[in-house]
T-cell receptor
Framework: DVKVTQSSRYLVKRTGEKVFLECVQD?????MFWYRQDPGLGLRLIYF???????EKGDIPEGYSVSREKKERFSLILESASTNQTSMYLC?????FGGGTDTQYFGPGTRLTVL | AQKVTQAQTEISVVEKEDVTLDCVYE???????LFWYKQPPSGELVFLIR??????QNEISGRYSWNFQKSTSSFNFTITASQVVDSAVYFC????????????FGQGTTLQVKP
């Protein structure tokens, strides 16, 4: 079974803090993704990576950065957390597009509250 | 542009009723994939099914069935004899060759199954 784990289920931080959200997958997937989920807005892609040290902006990258130093790990960084970044953050991984193996598998999510 | 529309925001049924969740998609790609995910209250998105654009055969898995119709750009999901454990948010999603496999999600349908 594909396993995607995220470092925390719940996190509370203060405005201005630097926040790291970690995601690890154990299926040797090339692609990794970070989404945020908000009521009424669905899931929105923040950043994705299709290889080590590669990254591309998604739909809402402002206020976020990412790091992928190893294939299995993809980190989302909030350089200076703000209250409007309070949200559910979901990580996913997949094979490259096509070929019947590109299903994205998701981690359990991190519910981040910024006070 | 790619788009997924789930017009039903919330559905409430009584246990053992059948229920259909609608999904309509838009894409100009000829190669694309459609997905359904389930998000129970725990928060993790659970993969249910993946269909490619060249396979319009309907799929049945236990109480779950999916109807893919390219003529109407729809990929509907039916739960037969619903159970309380089916209560969740269900997302339909699209990935297409022109979008390098990034998922476009619908807004989700919240299904409540009452005992």
């Amino acid at each position: 079974d594909v396993k995607v784990t995220q470092s925390s289920r719940y996190l509370v931080k203060r405005t201005g803090e630097k926040v790291f959200l970690e995601c690890v997958q154990d299926m040797d997937h090339e692609n990794m993704f970070w989404y945020r989920q908000d009521p009424g807005l669905g899931l929105r892609l923040i950043y994705f990576s299709y290889d080590v040290k590669m990254k591309e902006k998604g739909d809402i990258p402002e206020g976020y950065s990412v790091s992928r130093e190893k294939k299995e790990r993809f980190s989302l960084i909030l350089e200076s957390a703000s209250t409007n970044q309070t949200s559910m953050y979901l990580c996913a991984s997949s094979r490259p597009f096509g070929g019947g193996t590109d299903t994205q598998y998701f981690g359990p999510g991190t519910r981040l509250t910024v006070l | 542009a790619q788009k997924v529309t789930q017009a039903q925001t919330e559905i409430s049924v009584v246990e053992k009723e059948d229920v259909t969740l609608d999904c309509v998609y838009e894409t100009r790609d000829t190669t694309y994939y459609l997905f359904w995910y389930k998000q129970p209250p725990s928060g993790e998105l659970v993969f249910l099914i993946r269909r490619n654009s060249f396979d319009e055969q309907n799929e049945i898995s236990g109480r779950y069935s999916w109807n893919f119709q390219k003529s109407t750009s729809s990929f509907n999901f039916t739960i037969t004899a619903s159970q309380v454990v089916d209560s969740a948010v269900y997302f339909c999603a699209l990935s297409a060759s022109s979008n390098t496999g990034k998922l476009i999600f619908g807004q989700g349908t919240t299904l409540q199954v009452k005992p």
